[in-house]
């Protein structure tokens, strides 16, 4: 399987349901200290944007088994 990240690069994806925990978690994190500000949210906004293309691929994934 694979999805398009918001940096319109194409990933593979072997292990779906690991990548939808991992991208769940990384969205939470955070550089701490000086101006990182702007870098948290660039960071969180791909995170939360993979984790939701990932949600749509297993959803999209599991109505096709049906």
Request: hydrophobic content about 30%; charged content about 30%.
């Amino acid at each position: 399987m694979n999805v398009t990240d918001l940096n319109g690069f194409e990933l593979e994806v072997t292990y779906l349901d690991e990548a939808i925990r991992q991208s769940s978690e990384f969205s939470s994190y955070g550089q701490v200290g000086g101006d990182c500000s702007k870098f948290n949210e660039k960071q969180k906004a791909y995170w939360s944007d993979l984790h939701e293309k990932l949600l749509t691929l297993k959803s999209k994934h599991n109505n096709e088994k049906f």
